[in-house]
């Protein structure tokens, strides 16, 4: 089945699929986005998404491209079109088309893409069985972290330096020491005293949505949780790390730069949040 893009009212060969070259997010960065995730055909935490990218879009005073129910069934439409099982939709929102200047054009309808693919849940179970290394780099971005912007460029780095290390993820740190999180994960720890500890939410992180999601489960499975920062001390020294997002759900971190974490496997406590995590999307889809 060949991949289908939606590009401002038309669904496309993904192949032909294009904007403007002055579609202000290509030239300013001037957009938002989100990236879902699809199990069995259906999409997970679909209202935490929406809900977010209505909140980053009302923060940079750009319009919704369309009502929430139309846009609903573009992405029903875009992921039936792709013919995706388990896979994630990726949409992005841009302040639209107009000659390059910096303040924000007047009356000019915002520019919505939509793109879809498959992903091996096969893959997916192998790494979290496996765990993953992280490595740590200075939180270099702008204050505006709880804004889901397209402009990525710190994150680009980070994980770039990351791969360049042979690591899956970069724990972004910031000038006082403590992780913010990774490039595009939420980072947790099980603290030397056996505590499920993650960032509390504010402007200096995303929130994510996979974080909520599995906050609200540990709540429902009478599982203790300390929302607070932590720092690269106490994350070297931690029994347990692991990552959240859409795309890598719970993973286990089991070396943090030359740290082997635990016994260098997968932390029994990260395991079991998995597969609570698990059971909610197959409950959720
Ligand atoms: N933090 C950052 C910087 C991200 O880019 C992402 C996801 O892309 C996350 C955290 C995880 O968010 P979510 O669980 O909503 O995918």
């Known amino acids: ?56 879009l009302g923060e940079l005073r750009i319009d919704a491209p369309m009502k929430r129910e139309p846009l609903k069934m573009v992405m029903r439409e875009v992921i039936r079109q792709n013919g995706i099982r388990d896979g994630i939709i990726y949409l992005q929102v841009t302040r639209g ?21 498959r992903l091996s849940m096969e893959k997916a179970a192998k790494k979290a ?6 490595i740590t780099v200075p939180d270099i971005r702008w204050t505006r972290r709880d804004i889901k912007s397209v402009s990525l460029l710190p994150n680009v780095l980070a994980k770039q330096e990351a791969k360049e290390n042979g690591a899956y993820e970069a724990f972004q740190v910031d ?33 994510g949505i996979t974080r909520a999601s599995l906050i609200r489960e540990l709540e429902k499975n009478g599982i203790e949780l300390e929302l607070r920062s932590f720092s690269v001390e106490e994350l070297l020294s931690a029994r347990e790390v692991f990552i959240t997002s859409s795309t890598s759900y719970v993973l286990p971190v089991v070396k943090v730069d030359d740290q082997v974490i635990g016994n260098g496997h997968p932390g029994l406590i990260s395991l079991k949040l998995r597969k609570i995590y698990e059971k909610f999307m197959s409950a959720d889809a």
């Open 97 to 117: 088309v107009a000659p390059r200047d910096h303040p924000f054009p007047d009356d000019i309808p915002t520019s919505l893409v939509m793109t879809a693919k």
């Open 1 to 56: 089945m060949s991949r289908i893009a939606y590009v401002n009212g038309q669904y496309l060969p993904h192949r032909d699929a294009s904007v403007h070259i002055e579609d202000r997010g290509y030239q300013f960065a001037d957009g938002v986005y989100e990236v879902v995730t699809i199990v069995g055909s259906r999409m997970i935490d679909e209202e935490g998404h929406l809900d977010r990218l209505w909140r980053s």
């Open 129 to 134: 069985q496996e765990g993953v290394s992280v």
């Open 175 to 207: 000038e006082d020491g403590m992780v913010t999180e990774g490039s595009s994960t939420n980072a947790w720890i099980v603290s030397k005293e056996g505590k499920i500890v993650t960032r509390p939410t504010s402007n200096s992180i995303l929130a």
